[in-house]
């Protein structure tokens, strides 16, 4: 059986009830077996942490000093700290390979040669094949001889390896092999 006044025990016994609500309560409590059940219960709770409060608080063993302090001193000074600890803890082992595997890719990129230029006919000729003739088929065959060192496929030097290339060239040129 309800009575209406269940949910006020605490709230009146911390006096936060409004003056006619704590009123009617007061005058409902002698005459209401649970309420009064309640509120005695309520005083005795309150009266036992109160002296939970005052009471004086328990020392600590005398070896917990001392097993704190060997912690902490374990854990700044050991050498399982800082960066390397961190990635330890979060790193691992199958994680290794693909991680390796990218910096090495990564590594091949930066320092790998940039793919050599493509061969133009528009490039300068170098200064000993101006200087070897004015035909025009021995300065093309100095341009390639130049963009071939460029690949370094070639080991043409002099002037008479332009002269050999050329009259190669012309009998390229006949239809002779």
Do not use: K
């Not at 911390?14 to 003056?19: I, Q, T």
């Not at 793919?115 to 000993?128: N, R, V």
């Not at 070897?132 to 963009?147: G, H, I, K, R």
């Amino acid at each position: 059986m309800s009575c209406g006044f269940e949910e006020d025990g605490v709230a009146y016994l911390d006096g936060e009830l409004p003056r006619e609500r704590a009123e009617a309560l007061a005058a409902h409590l002698p005459g209401c077996v649970l309420c009064t059940a309640q509120h005695a219960g309520l005083v005795r709770l309150r009266e036992q942490v109160a002296a939970l409060a005052s009471a004086p608080l328990p020392l600590p063993s005398p070896g917990l000093r001392a097993r704190v302090l060997a912690e902490v001193a374990g854990a700044n000074g050991s050498p399982g700290t800082g960066l390397w600890a961190w990635l330890r803890g979060r790193l691992q082992p199958w994680m290794l390979a693909p991680a390796l595997a990218g910096l090495a890719a990564l590594a091949w990129l930066a320092w790998s040669p940039a793919s050599p230029p493509s061969p133009s006919l528009d490039a300068p000729l170098p200064a000993w094949a101006a200087e070897a003739t004015e035909e025009p088929a021995v300065l093309e065959a100095a341009l390639v001889m130049d963009e071939l060192d460029e690949l370094r496929l070639g080991a043409l030097e002099t002037p008479e390896d332009l002269e050999v290339i050329s009259a190669l060239d012309e009998l390229e040129q006949e239809g002779r092999p």
